[in-house]
């Protein structure tokens, strides 16, 4: 479809609303990679991060009658995954693994730049260590403020609690997340 | 302004979409005291860092799925025009429960569907409409050409000891959805391992009574290898007391190549049903 690069997503959902099925490639292709991104680290899983993906765009489908003329296409994403994430949670009981070491190794080897010293990705795989360590409320909270292009309000939306609830609990999630990582750098000092 | 007070505000320097009027208050407080200086430096730092986390790339596997997906929800879709033919009785349920197997690259267990479908529209005078046979054809051959891939994608995934771990997870489920089913059901049919295989079967018979469990378990008989699984799927349908079973026991019971045991299995639930 020529037209739908054009389109905004809201106007590509509402197509999709209205029965235009196809017009849900374009907004797969938009969003899938970043959605995928926010999913791998919240679960710790590359395959189950896949699977929840494919869920989230499955049920825009099936609850496509349910988007709002005034809705917003990325919040009602993230609120769909959330749910779906949710669901992996409830039967995966455990937390994800923490200190997968193979885990540890990929984002050691996934150096943006040759040049990159050797601690940069010590402390990258200490941070990313830290963040499955993370209460999972918190990693939401905290994955959802720093790598979407989400307003408070809109994250308040997707949690379902007051915006302010939403920025203190941000902010907390954060310092824990330092404590955390501060943590496992110095048991790597020691 | 004390260090609780300004602590509690650094997330509005942090964050410039939190810049409000106190940030000024905050920066003041910044300047003279150290030790919220350390504490906001290893905030700063610990964003900064998160940041830089490089983001993890999606397989081509769900670029792939995820266009499966579309194109057999854009044919369900369309298909309510054809709703009357009787042939498509059970199709829309169908269609329900195999979206997502299509999700997990299990395309194969549409021919649970088409082995379903068929023996159903052949007693109705009827005669099957050229499309839909078209499409039963075309997902025979689906399983087919998938069948291999499919087994290997599973073993892939994880060790058989996790699959098994996966399919007694599902019986703490109070009430497990059609996507827990549908994963049990491609288990049964697909599952390398026989105690996977005959695990997903136990776990199943709280779901008997549902007509996609009954159907996935008797699609599976006819292609299962082992003859311990195979009678413990007879079991499970005479429990069920599935009639519509009655033509692929009969067929059973007449092949030579197979089991003596699923035989006998086959000819005793034959009088049972
Ligand atoms: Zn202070």
Redesign the interface.
């Known amino acids: 479809m020529a037209t739908a690069a054009l389109q905004t997503d809201h106007e590509l959902m509402l197509a999709v609303r209205d029965g235009e099925l196809a017009a849900l490639g374009e907004l797969f292709e938009r969003h899938h990679g970043p959605l995928y991104g926010y999913l791998a680290k919240h679960t710790g899983d590359r395959l189950a991060a896949e699977d929840i993906v494919q869920t989230v765009f499955q049920r825009m489908l099936k609850y496509r009658h349910t988007y709002r003329d005034d809705g917003a296409f990325t919040a009602w994403m993230y609120h769909l995954a959330r749910r779906c994430a949710a669901d992996y949670f409830r039967k995966h009981h455990a937390a994800p693994v923490a200190t997968d070491p193979t885990d540890l190794q990929a984002y050691a080897d996934a150096r943006p730049h040759a040049g990159d010293q050797a601690g940069a990705s010590d402390d990258r795989a200490f941070l990313h260590s830290a963040l499955n360590r993370l209460d999972r409320d918190d990693r939401e909270i905290l994955l959802l403020s720093r790598f979407q292009e989400l307003s408070f309000a809109e994250i308040a939306g997707i949690l379902e609690c007051s915006v302010g609830a939403a920025k203190v609990r941000a902010h907390r999630a954060l310092r824990e997340l330092r404590d955390i990582y501060f943590q496992l750098q110095g048991e790597k000092l020691t | 302004m004390n260090c609780i007070q300004a602590r509690?505000r650094?997330?509005e320097l942090?964050?410039q979409?939190?810049d409000g009027p106190v940030s000024g208050e905050v920066r003041l407080h910044l300047a003279a005291c150290p030790d919220c200086q350390r504490d906001f430096v290893?905030?700063r730092d610990?964003?900064a860092?998160?940041?830089?986390?490089?983001?993890?790339?999606?397989?081509p596997?769900?670029?792939a799925?995820?266009?499966a997906?579309?194109e057999d929800?854009?044919r369900s879709?369309a298909a309510p025009a054809r709703a009357s033919a009787p042939s498509r009785r059970h199709t829309p349920r169908w269609r329900w429960i195999l979206?997502?197997l299509a999700?997990?690259g299990l395309l194969a267990l549409s021919f649970v569907a088409g082995q379903r479908s068929a023996p159903v529209a052949t007693p109705v005078t009827v005669p099957v409409d050229a499309a839909t046979q078209h499409e039963l054809a075309d997902l025979r051959k689906k399983v087919d050409s998938m069948g291999q891939l499919v087994g290997y994608s599973l073993l892939q995934?994880q060790p058989a000891n996790e699959r098994l771990k996966g399919i007694l997870?599902t019986q703490d489920l109070a009430a497990p959805g059609d996507?827990v089913l549908t994963q049990l059901i491609s288990a049964l049919a697909l599952d390398p391992s026989t105690n996977v295989r005959l695990s997903a079967l136990e776990a199943l018979y709280p779901y008997a009574d549902q007509e996609v469990v009954r159907a996935g378990v008797l699609a599976s008989l006819t292609r299962e290898q082992s003859p311990l699984v195979q009678v413990s799927m007879i079991d499970f349908l005479v429990a069920a007391r599935d009639r519509e079973a009655a033509p692929t026991l009969q067929q059973l019971v007449r092949a030579d190549k197979v089991d003596r045991s699923v035989r006998d299995a086959a000819k005793r639930a034959l009088v049972q049903l």
């Open positions: 509690d650094f997330a942090l964050d979409r939190l290893s905030l610990t964003l860092q998160l940041d830089a986390l490089p983001a993890a790339k999606p397989g596997r769900l670029r799925n995820f266009y997906m579309l929800e854009q879709a979206s997502p999700a997990c995934r997870a996507r």
